[in-house]
């Protein structure tokens, strides 16, 4: 149905459907940590209602208040745009931007939906952070909404008033800089760098922060499916604000509902004097109560989060976005297999502590490379310090962090030498690893996969100083390490397969814990198939798989030695020693019965 045509500044003119383009989809860890976190605080909010909810009044039919509406009463709409929030200028044909007649109330089919697609032209003041608020009135087919007309009949129609302009906090703008100035790209960078420096140079300078509108392109009006009967003065809180109560009846008018929870924030557009022309997309149709419920409970949740910090501003709608464009069977899959991932983790984490508490022996297994991944894992969490990443996923590493630095004191003594002024840490090996030529391969494998490695982080520190912007010395430096262990980290692993390879023996790695991370790496495998990602991120998924492989061949290989002391102190000559002298006694005692 075309739109009248609007004269002056508000032109309206029927156009076509949603044009944009929406942004890459970012991969953002701790997603099953925030699904979790939903399904906990629903479950919560479940048993909060049910215990702090108010007594229910007596459920006597007089004092229960009841929908004005019955199910497939047919309906008309008008739908008004006005930058005024009280609206009663109905003979403004200006104002009226859409109109709908014989809409069927609560009934599920293609007749209870309608869409329309224009362009709308903004005044100067709506470039201006002006307001303009979205009018939606309903009444029985054949009654009008206007309250001064003869035939206006109070019992037979009700709106809702919506805005269409958010205020929002604008981006803040990007600080980091080219570290050189002798390059095409970094005298762009200078210039992002002094917008930066003149408008919020550092968090701490920053003064009040700056409001914009932006332009909600697609409004979603839904008249909810609700028929139930509530107490008068016990309707559910979350309801409450919702429900239009008629004050002679007392009863209620069909909510309406203006549904913006697929709305993402990428899909806005900012207002300023450089915009003329704007898109608005419009669709009304029914939603069940059930559907309804659970978008204010998710929202609610997602607010919850927010507050005390373990969402960031933005992975909200990652997560939606998840939804909106992903395929379903695959989101399923994505579901159940990171579900696994994290039972894989869970019990790799298990083992690995479960093997450090009760080694005794460091024999055969690489010191080095128990520093090297404290080393790395220290570095990846202040690099998630200087990136302001969320509570949650810095308590997360600086907890691996502290468990590294746990196995450094199992694999050698940690002495605090007073001698001078300042107390510092003497690390010292064990003699059971320095005691044998355990020492010696470790530290020559150590010795030329370092070269490699140093010229790895040269060449990707220089690649990066150059081509990338930084927020300075310090952030360069950081980020160039944290590429080099997301990058070649898996280096680090190769000191073992050496020292197995001199020993001739793979009896005394922690191959349950290998286990888990072998089936997670597979896991790792399957999503680098199905989720989207740069190719050489993607090639670097399968570098595990080669050292994973190497030490399957290696457990293959090298036949186990009874005699050789395993994780816990013991060697199997002892246990087959002790199972003899079990077995004697057991004969010896038959005989004198």
């Known amino acids: 149905m075309a739109p009248p045509a609007v004269p002056g500044g508000g032109a309206v003119a029927a156009g076509g459907g949603q044009q944009g383009q929406g942004q890459q989809r970012q991969q953002q860890g701790g997603m099953g940590q925030t699904i979790t976190g939903i399904i906990r605080m629903a479950v919560f909010w479940y048993f909060i209602s049910k215990f ?70 903004p005044s100067e003041s709506l470039k201006h952070n002006g307001t303009l608020y979205a009018h939606a009135f309903f009444a029985r087919s054949g009654y009008p909404p206007d309250p001064s007309d003869p035939e206006y009949q109070p019992l037979a129609a009700f709106g809702r008033t919506h805005p269409v ?18 390059s095409k790209d970094s005298k762009e960078g200078e210039v992002v760098s002094q917008v930066v420096d003149d408008s919020q140079a550092d968090s701490k300078d920053d003064g009040p922060a700056e409001w914009i509108s932006y332009w909600k392109p697609n409004v979603t009006i839904n008249l909810v499916d609700d028929f139930t009967k509530y107490p008068h003065n016990a ?16 009863n209620y008018f069909p909510t309406i509902f203006f549904n913006e929870f697929w709305l993402l924030r990428d899909k806005l557009i900012a207002l300023n004097e450089t915009v003329t022309e704007l898109t608005l997309n419009l669709e009304v149709g029914p939603i069940s109560m059930t559907k309804w419920q659970l978008f204010m409970q998710i929202d609610q949740s997602f607010q919850v989060h927010r507050s005390y910090g373990s969402m960031l501003e933005g992975e909200a709608d990652e997560l ?188 005394h790695l922690p191959w349950r814990q290998m286990t888990y991370k072998f089936l997670n790496t597979i896991i790792d495998d399957l999503f680098a198939f199905v989720i989207k990602m740069p190719t050489l991120h993607r090639l670097s998924v399968f570098r595990d798989d080669l050292i994973f492989l190497i030490y399957i061949y290696q457990r293959w290989v090298y036949p186990v030695d009874k005699s050789r002391v395993n994780e816990f102190g013991f060697g199997g000559e002892d246990d087959q020693a002790s199972a003899g002298e079990v077995t004697a006694a057991k004969e010896e005692e038959k005989k004198t019965n």
């Open 52 to 121: 702090i909810s108010p007594k229910k009044a007596p459920t006597d039919p007089s004092i229960l208040i009841s929908n004005l509406f019955q199910k497939g009463d047919s309906l008309d709409m008008w739908f008004y745009l006005s930058e005024q929030e009280r609206f009663n200028d109905f003979n403004n044909e200006g104002a009226l931007i859409w109109h709908e007649t014989n809409i069927p109330y609560a009934i599920w089919g293609p007749e209870s939906t309608r869409s329309l697609s224009l362009k709308y032209y």
């Open 165 to 182: 302009v958010a205020y929002l906090p604008k981006s803040k703008t990007d600080k980091r800089k080219s570290l050189l100035g002798d």
């Open 320 to 507: 939606k976005r998840v939804f909106l464009e992903g395929n379903p069977y695959l989101l399923v899959i994505t579901m159940v297999v990171s579900m696994l991932h994290s039972v894989f983790d869970f019990l790799a984490f298990k083992n690995d502590i479960q093997f450090w508490n009760k080694n005794k022996s460091m024999e055969g297994l690489s010191a080095k490379s128990v520093v090297v991944s404290f080393i790395s894992q220290l570095i990846v969490f202040l690099y998630l310090l200087d990136n302001d990443t969320s509570w949650m996923i810095l308590a997360s590493s600086g907890v691996g962090c502290c468990i590294e630095f746990w196995k450094i004191g199992k694999a050698m003594h940690i002495e605090i030498d007073r001698s001078g002024r300042i107390p510092m840490l003497r690390f010292r090996d064990r003699e059971s690893y320095a005691g044998n030529k355990t020492k010696e391969y470790d530290d020559l494998a150590m010795k030329y996969l370092s070269y490699v490695l140093f010229l790895l982080v040269a060449c990707s520190s220089v690649y990066s100083l150059k081509y990338e912007r930084h927020k300075s010395w310090y952030s360069w430096i950081l980020s160039s390490l944290t590429s080099c262990v997301y990058m070649f980290g898996f280096i680090m692993m190769c000191p073992q397969l050496f020292i197995n390879y001199k020993l001739q023996s793979v009896a």
């Open 235 to 250: 309707v559910p809180p979350n309801i409450a604000s919702y429900l239009n109560v008629e004050p002679t009846s007392g």
